[in-house]
């Protein structure tokens, strides 16, 4: 399954409190700056803007 290999990645959203569905529909500007402030890799999470 395809979804899987951003389990991980799901993870740790989590963990730092983000909701990947609310990050979809941030525009992605405001996105970076959330997982930024996480301390995330935006490039991790680029799938989000898919």
Do not use: H, T, W
């Not at 899987?4 to 730092?16: G, N, V």
């Not at 996105?31 to 995330?40: H, I, T």
């Amino acid at each position: 399954m395809l979804d899987a290999e951003y389990e991980p990645f799901r993870d740790q959203l989590s963990l730092a409190g983000l909701s990947e569905e609310e990050l979809r529909e941030m525009d992605p500007d405001d996105r970076v700056a959330a997982l930024e402030k996480a301390n995330l890799d935006p490039y991790d999470f680029i799938y989000l803007a898919c």
